[in-house]
Nanobody, 121 residues
Framework: QVQLVESGGGSVQAGGSLRLSCAASIYTYDCMGWFRQAPGKEREGVAAISGSTGITYYSDSVKGRFTVSRDNAKNTDLQMNSLKPEDTAMYYC?????????????????WGQGTQVIVSS
């Protein structure tokens, strides 16, 4: 079973940037996604990328500010620019199959432990 480990979280002021990384133990899933969960809120998908096509998907809340990329078959990054206090959350990466790789962010699995992002105003 693939294991995912996130890194790169931290504290930043509004308008700043952070880059999150997700390292997979093995390559078994075509689609890699980033999700976040703020205290008291449901988990939401923010970005996903297909390894086979390179197509990326974003939620409306981060479109134009976040960029998801894969530097190889096992590592996926999330570049976050123009951060806002409402971006504060625990960020997770997860794996999905190619058929589920879309902006609905459904049916992902093999969740990592998460990395905390705090954006202060």
């Amino acid at each position: 079973q693939v294991q995912l480990v996130e890194s790169g979280g931290g504290s930043v002021q509004a308008g700043g940037s952070l880059r999150l990384s997700c390292a997979a133990s093995i390559y078994t899933y075509d689609c890699m996604g980033w999700f976040r969960q703020a205290p008291g809120k449901e988990r939401e998908g923010v970005a996903a990328i297909s390894g086979s096509t390179g197509i990326t998907y974003y939620s409306d809340s981060v479109k134009g500010r976040f960029t998801v990329s894969r530097d190889n078959a096992k590592n996926t990054d999330l570049q976050m620019n123009s951060l806002k206090p409402e971006d504060t959350a625990m960020y997770y990466c997860a794996a999905g199959s190619s058929i589920d790789c879309d902006s609905n962010f459904k049916n992902f699995r093999n969740w990592g432990q998460g990395t905390q992002v705090i954006v202060s105003s």
